[in-house]
């Protein structure tokens, strides 16, 4: 490690040591970690709470072997500490980081490569919610899915931190996007931001009013993140060549489906996980939100879609907020 400031021995860190429900979320001391080569290290002012954090933390979804057990996979803060052979960040920079881990703490290791700047004229609070979103949006939505202006896409979770993201990439780079929501309410909050119709699937089968809404034709790209048996219907909704993409399954990961449809429509069907792929390929996506996404939140074209601020010592409200299904936007966690 070298430029080293004067740094403590011990941080604050949610750091569960058995799974379970969102009490385990308690403050503990650990060490402060130091950079390796191409690594930072980042004074944490804030981390975004994900998804994937809750399955954590239920025992579901290890960290990658050689990672912290320390939860979190998105923060922003100021960079304290350079590993050997950083060549693209200064001491100093504000930064927001995609993760492996450790969000949730005083003090966190990046690699270089997935350090973004924080947009200009945007609180550190704001930043920590974008790199687990956009990274996965962006990627499955462009890289995976294709996506071109004039195509319509349909997200479930139209509210959650990953459907606005899609409805605002959507109103910038000219996709229509469909959504589907658990309740009026946030149907009318989907709309108020761009969705050009959100569906509340505890009202009826999404699919007919899919197919109805785009007469007949179907959309061109499905991100699905509910799995069991949304896939089926999924593909009911794909217009012939549709592409679609599993990024979690929420409801379970057997599913089954119309093999006839499949081959009649020529449908293509994938997924996607973002915290084991190669670091080549998640530094490849941050090259892409530097030069397409991030000139769009600093012009304000874009912004953070902020449901909640919490303090990290009340990690666990946030939790249960995020499993009821309450949250429209990020849940974001306050280090300062």
Known sequence: MRDQQELPHKMRAIDPELPGGPEVLAVVDRPVPLPGVGEVLIRVHAAGVNRPDVVQRQGHYPPPAGSTSILGLEASGVVVALGEGVGNVRIGDPVTALLPGGGYADYVVANEKLCLPVPAGMHFLEAAALPETYFTVWSNLFRVGGAKAGDTLLIHGGTSGIGVAAIDLGRVFGIMVIVTCGTDAKCRAAEKLGAALAINYRSGDFAPRVREFTEGRGVDLVIDMVGGN?????????????????????????????????????????????????????????????????????????????????????????????????????LVLSMM
């Not at 409801?251 to 973002?274: N, P």
Request: with cysteine; hydrophobic share 40%; glycine share 6%.
């Open 230 to 330: 949304y896939v089926g219907r999924n593909l009911v909704c794909l217009a012939e060549n549709g592409r679609h993409i599993s990024i979690a399954f929420q409801q379970g990961r057997a599913t089954e489906i119309d093999l006839s449809l499949l081959m009649r429509k020529r449908l293509h069907l994938t997924g996607t996980m973002l915290r084991p792929r190669p670091l080549a390929e998640k530094a490849a996506i941050a090259d892409d939100l530097r030069e397409k996404v991030w000139p769009h939140f600093a012009e304000g074209r874009l912004q953070a879609r902020i449901d909640q601020i919490v303090p990290m010592e009340n990690a666990a409200s946030a939790h249960r907020r995020m499993e009821a299904g309450d949250h429209i936007g990020k």
